[in-house]
C-alpha cells in the first residue's frame, strides 16, 4: 500500500504537490493555533471573570464597613505634641517621649483595650509606624511606637 500511494503521489504534476504541500503546512499551522488560542482564550475569560467578582466583592465590603478605598489622613500633622495629648485623651499614660530629628519614640500604657484602640486610630489615620512593642505589665498594656514625624 505504501508503494501505491508514493506512486500515486509522483504521478501528480510537480506544481499541483507543491499547491498541496503548501495547503498541509497552511493546515498544520491553523490547527495548531487554534489549539493554542483557544485555552489561552478560555483561560483569559476565566481569568476576567474572577476580577469582575473580586471587584464586586471589594466594592460591596467598602460600602459595608463605610471607610474609603485610600486612607486619607485628616487634621494636623502628627507631631510629638499632638501624638501625647491624643494619647492622654484616650485616657493612656505616657511613660516616655522622645524625639531627635524627624524620629519619634513613645511608650503608653493603659487598659489593653484602650491602647489597642488608640493604636487602630493612629494606624486609620495613616501614621507610619516603624516600630510597635506590647508589653504587658499587670493588668496594663504598655505600647512603644516608633515613627518618622511629618513635616509641620
Not at 495547503?23 to 490547527?31: I, K, N, P
Not at 481569568?47 to 471607610?67: I, K
Not at 491624643?86 to 489593653?112: C, E, F, I, K
Amino acid at each position: 500500500m505504501g508503494d501505491r500511494l508514493q506512486q500515486a503521489w509522483r504521478q501528480i504534476p510537480p506544481a499541483r504537490r507543491v499547491a498541496f504541500k503548501a495547503a498541509a503546512w497552511g493546515l498544520a499551522l491553523v490547527v495548531v493555533w487554534q489549539g493554542l488560542w483557544l485555552p489561552g482564550q478560555q483561560h483569559l475569560a476565566l481569568a476576567e471573570a474572577r476580577l469582575h467578582q473580586q471587584r464586586v466583592l471589594a466594592q460591596h465590603l467598602l460600602r459595608l464597613s463605610g471607610t474609603p478605598a485610600a486612607v486619607q489622613q485628616a487634621g494636623p500633622p502628627l507631631t510629638a505634641a499632638r501624638l501625647s495629648e491624643r494619647a492622654q485623651a484616650a485616657g493612656l499614660a505616657t511613660v516616655d517621649l522622645h524625639s531627635n530629628g524627624q524620629q519619634l519614640t513613645m511608650t503608653v500604657q493603659g487598659a489593653p483595650q484602650t491602647v489597642m484602640g488608640w493604636l487602630q486610630a493612629l494606624e486609620r489615620e495613616g501614621a507610619d509606624l516603624s516600630e510597635i512593642r506590647l508589653q504587658a505589665a499587670d493588668d496594663q498594656l504598655q505600647a512603644r511606637i516608633g515613627r518618622m514625624l511629618d513635616d509641620g
